[in-house]
Nanobody, 127 residues
Framework: QLQLQESGGGSVQTGGSLRLSCVLG????????LGWFRQAPDNEREGVAL???????KYADSVKGRFTISLDGAKSTLYLQMDDMKFEDTGVYSC?????????????????????WGKGTLVTISS
């Protein structure tokens, strides 16, 4: 069973930047999707960004051009670089992994049907 631990959350002003980290431990697979999801106040959980084992990435329209997902394989750490942050980016951010994907990356980003999840880290935005 995989262990995922997020860090890097905090409070930033609009227009500011923040980088989240997710340390991955346990079983690994040659095929996977790693993703970031967020739960905003009064909203359902939303897929933010996804990276596949072949290096391809996908982003929610609301963050495209502002957020960057990346993976440091040597450190077993997933990152989410968030720039030009907006108030609407507020929420609890969780990392997740699907170790044996059956469907496309679009499916997992849209549904959040990932097998393993971290506990989440809180991100708040102020004016």
């Amino acid at each position: 069973q995989l262990q995922l631990q997020e860090s890097g959350g905090g409070s930033v002003q609009t227009g500011g930047s923040l980088r989240l980290s997710c340390v991955l431990g346990g079983y690994t697979s040659p095929n996977y999707y790693l993703g970031w999801f967020r739960q905003a106040p009064d909203n359902e959980r939303e897929g933010v960004a996804l990276i596949a084992s072949d290096g391809t990435t996908k982003y929610a329209d609301s963050v495209k051009g502002r957020f960057t997902i990346s993976l440091d394989g040597a450190k077993s750490t997933l990152y989410l670089q968030m720039d030009d942050m907006k108030f609407e980016d507020t929420g609890v951010y969780s990392c997740a992994v699907e170790v044996a994907p059956v469907y496309s990356g679009d499916y997992y980003l849209a549904t959040g049907e990932m097998h393993y999840w971290g506990k989440g880290t809180l991100v708040t935005i102020s004016s």
